[in-house]
């Protein structure tokens, strides 16, 4: 296990080899932004969700009429990454197919994690790449970073805001059991709302993106902002512990979603899963800015 590092003159980012996982951000004054990874809450900083995104129902699926099996957020986030490239300022790790991938996860694929440094912003691509060589390809891909909220050690969680833009109205996706429940999907004029535990008493908080949209973790007690600008992907998250006091927020971009309550737990019917053609390949991207 490595950890890498990236550094400009604004920011410093490490990253870890097992899971290719965004292990922290700082400013120039050396401030964290990034979880810390305390299991008495949530062991984990910001994980890479593939092939799946959330949980399967009954944690198994079919390709083919073949059973496989799975467990939630899938398997890369637990693997130990390649280095391909390192600078100062970009990193480039990669997973492939492999005997114990096999066993849970039929298909053979490359899945790239770009990580780039410009200025006070981190620019994060996932590559994937299909090496089947006559059949289509099916996954889902997702990120999961946690950030460190109060960034400031004198205030508090609930002294922060979450401020999603542009204002407009958005689907909510409901997440029931580990299931989403698309017969509960309703709309919301405003995603905005002061930080507060019970905001996730359900789960995560689910939400159809049809354009990006900037999400920002900010205060007016502080001088800090963070903001995520989802990018390409299809969905985003928005997650904490709940009723524990775990001090992070998570914004999540995704690529898919968890299975559906009905699931039939067929993997090429899955709903929102993506699909490539042999030697096709697939780019997701997102980034996190620091002011």
């Not at 059973?67 to 790790?93: I, P």
């Not at 298909?107 to 440094?117: D, P, W």
């Not at 405003?190 to 993106?209: G, H, T």
């Not at 009905?262 to 993997?267: L, Y």
């Amino acid at each position: 296990m490595e950890m890498y590092e990236l550094k400009n003159d604004f920011l410093t980012v490490k990253v870890n080899s097992k899971g290719a996982e965004l292990s922290s951000i700082k400013d120039d004054k050396d401030i964290e932004f990034i979880w810390q990874a305390d299991s008495n809450f949530w062991g984990r900083h910001a994980p890479i969700l593939f092939p799946i995104v959330g949980r399967l129902k009954d944690d198994h699926y079919f390709v083919d009429g073949k059973e496989y099996k799975m467990t939630q957020h899938g398997f890369a986030r637990d693997q130990e990454f390649a280095l391909e490239s390192q600078t100062d300022s970009k990193l480039v790790l990669t997973l492939t197919t492999s005997e114990a991938s096999l066993a849970k996860y039929p298909y053979h694929f490359k899945l790239s994690v770009i990580y780039q440094l410009v200025k006070d912003t981190v620019q994060i691509s996932y590559l994937v790449d299909s090496l089947e060589k006559s059949e289509d390809m099916y996954f889902n891909i997702g990120a999961h970073p946690g950030f460190s909220v109060p960034f400031d050690k004198d205030l508090k969680f609930e002294d922060f805001n979450v401020k999603v833009d542009p204002a407009e109205t958005r689907t909510s996706i409901p997440i029931v059991e580990h299931q989403i429940d698309l017969d509960a999907e309703h709309k919301v004029e405003n995603q905005n709302f002061a930080m507060n535990r019970d905001e996730f008493k359900d789960d995560a908080v689910v939400y159809r993106l049809n354009d990006p949209a900037v999400v920002s973790i900010s205060s007016d007690k502080s001088e800090h902002k963070l903001t995520l600008d989802t990018g390409n992907s299809k969905y985003f998250g928005m997650w904490s512990t709940y009723p524990d006091a775990g001090n992070f927020m998570c914004i999540e971009p995704w690529w898919g979603l968890a299975d559906k309550k009905d699931s039939d737990n067929n993997f090429k019917t899955k709903y929102g899963v993506n699909k490539l053609a042999p030697s096709e390949q697939f780019e997701a991207y997102f980034s996190i800015s620091i002011k």
